[in-house]
């Protein structure tokens, strides 16, 4: 969504989000809530760490605590989750049941789950500068629907890594333009 705001007003235009379906009880009312909520926010205040949302008659609507982000995880030998695959306008979360992971070694290597098969390749870093070498796969077949498609979409994506930029635990490998191609977690 986009915003405008003049003072302590603030308008929030049309809010899009993406289309996954949440299966856990609740999460989808809540986030329906939410979105209702967010868009008929009128104003706002701030106190100490606290946002708070009001309506046009200045009714408390959403409250909002600072998020203190935390320290960066080191890419080198944190196991990081695949959350979100970007391709195009289109970013698609990981098919229900599947891990896709990767672990960037000490000496260049990288290796992981895409899904179905481990696979393994070289890396080379510098700065923020990160290329995957050629990838190599193990070759089970996984008959889940949508696995396989998945493995592919993640491994062409990881051949076409530029850079990487890492906010606390999340880890964002991008492509050659700088645009988000694969977003892991940290693997707690």
Same mark, same amino acid.
């Given at each position: 969504?986009?915003?405008?705001?003049?003072?302590?007003?603030?308008?929030?235009?049309?809010?899009?989000?993406?289309?996954?379906?949440?299966?856990?009880?609740?999460?989808?009312?809540?986030?329906?809530?939410?979105?209702?909520?967010?868009?008929?926010?009128?104003?706002?205040?701030?106190?100490?760490?606290?946002?708070?949302?009001?309506?046009?008659?200045?009714?408390?609507?959403?409250?909002?605590?600072?998020?203190?982000?935390?320290?960066?995880?080191?890419?080198?030998?944190?196991?990081?989750?695949?959350? &979100?695959?970007? #391709? =195009?306008?289109?970013? *698609?979360?990981?098919?229900? /049941? !599947?891990?896709?992971?990767?672990?960037?070694? @000490? +000496?260049?290597?990288?290796?992981?789950?895409?899904?179905?098969?481990?696979?393994?390749?070289? &890396?080379?870093? #510098? =700065?923020?500068?990160? *290329?995957?070498?050629?990838? /190599? !796969?193990?070759?089970?077949?996984?008959?889940? @629907? +949508?696995?396989?498609?998945?493995?592919?979409?993640?491994?062409?994506?990881?051949?076409?890594?530029?850079?990487?930029?890492?906010?606390?635990?999340?880890?964002?490998?991008?492509?050659?333009?700088?645009?988000?191609?694969?977003?892991?977690?940290?693997?707690?």
């Amino acid at each position: 969504a986009r915003y405008t705001g003049e003072g302590t007003a603030i308008a929030i235009g049309s809010i899009a989000s993406t289309l996954i379906w949440c299966e856990t009880p609740g999460v989808m009312e809540q986030e329906s809530a939410y979105l209702g909520l967010l868009g008929i926010s009128a104003s706002f205040t701030i106190e100490g760490d606290t946002l708070t949302l009001l309506d046009v008659n200045r009714t408390a609507l959403l409250v909002f605590e600072k998020a203190v982000p935390p320290e960066p995880a080191p890419l080198i030998g944190t196991t990081w989750t695949l959350e &979100s695959l970007h #391709s =195009g306008d289109t970013v *698609s979360s990981v098919v229900a /049941g !599947s891990e896709i992971t990767a672990v960037f070694g @000490e +000496g260049g290597d990288l290796a992981g789950s895409a899904g179905c098969n481990r696979y393994f390749a070289s &890396s080379t870093l #510098s =700065g923020a500068s990160l *290329s995957i070498g050629q990838i /190599g !796969s193990t070759k089970m077949h996984c008959t889940a @629907e +949508g696995i396989m498609e998945q493995e592919t979409t993640y491994l062409n994506l990881l051949g076409d890594v530029k850079s990487y930029a890492i906010e606390g635990d999340r880890l964002d490998l991008l492509d050659e333009s700088g645009v988000r191609a694969l977003t892991f977690r940290a693997k707690t």
